[in-house]
């Protein structure tokens, strides 16, 4: 679904915006199996995996301006070289983060369907109940684990240290298949602006029509980290 609009505002402004939902289900990553990053836990029945697709981004918004900046001085005014006709412009882009495959990091199942087989190690834990996507990876954790690894109760969610709780899925059985479905939750979505500043006067020396066009462009001017997905295997901790 897209939705766009582009408005002229009147004294040299004129903006324009998108915004596109958008949802992508897929059981793996390609036309075969070994084409995911991970491959199913049960290969004999592979719509178990049926979920958000790892490149599915839903939500995507865009919004440009362009503002042609008043002269400064008259136009007979030797200045007006140098101060006349700047235009300045920047794009702002946000969008939600990609699906994360909470996953473990041995063949609990003892399905040997190890790395190398699929291209990563299948086996996923067990969903804690009532925890979903909402929570997962926003609020405190409850706390789990012990020694180095563990967890402490009231642990922030949705930081760069601890994006998401390992303490919302538990091991299962050994010789037994988890239950969290593939990509239960989502990475941290991204967001950056993008700035430019730009003179066009013209030049006689050019010719009638000659003209000389000095751009500056700065790209993420606000200097705004935008993270990759965090470590997908959830076991170090439950």
């Known amino acids: 679904m897209l939705f766009r609009s582009k408005k002229e505002a009147g004294r040299g402004l004129v903006f324009q915006s998108s915004y596109t939902w958008s ?7 390609g036309q075969l199996i070994g084409d995911s990053s991970v491959g199913p836990p049960d290969p004999t029945n592979i719509k178990l995996d049926r979920a958000p697709a ?7 918004l865009t919004f440009n301006a362009i503002y042609k900046i008043p002269a400064l001085v008259d136009a007979g005014n030797k200045l007006g070289v140098i101060l006349n006709g700047w235009m300045a412009s920047g794009i702002v882009s946000l969008r939600s983060g990609f699906p994360v495959n909470a996953r473990l990091g041995s063949n609990r199942s003892l399905s040997r369907t ?15 109940p009532g925890r979903n ?5 926003s609020g405190t954790s409850a ?6 690894t563990a967890i402490a109760a009231g642990t922030q969610l949705g930081t760069v240290d601890r994006f998401y709780d390992p303490c919302a899925f538990t091991l299962p059985a050994a010789g037994f298949l988890g239950d969290a479905q593939r990509n239960p939750m ?10 430019s500043l730009s003179k066009d006067a ?4 050019l010719g009638e029509q000659g ?10 001017i606000l200097n705004h980290a935008n993270f990759i997905n965090p470590n997908e295997s959830v076991d170090s901790a439950i």
């Not at 949802?23 to 990553?29: A, F, G, L, V, Y």
């Not at 003209?211 to 993420?220: A, C, G, P, V, Y």
């Open 54 to 60: 790892g490149f599915d981004v839903n939500q995507n």
């Open 114 to 128: 190890l790395s190398g087989t699929f291209g990563g190690t299948t086996d996923r834990p067990n969903l804690v």
């Open 143 to 148: 706390g789990c684990g012990t020694g180095p």
């Open 202 to 205: 013209g030049i006689s020396a």
């Open 186 to 195: 989502r990475g941290p979505g991204q967001a950056t602006l993008d700035f």
């Open 211 to 220: 003209r000389l066009e000095f751009r500056s462009d700065f790209f993420n």
């Open 133 to 137: 996507a909402d929570n997962i990876s």
């Open 23 to 29: 949802k992508s289900i897929d059981e793996t990553q």
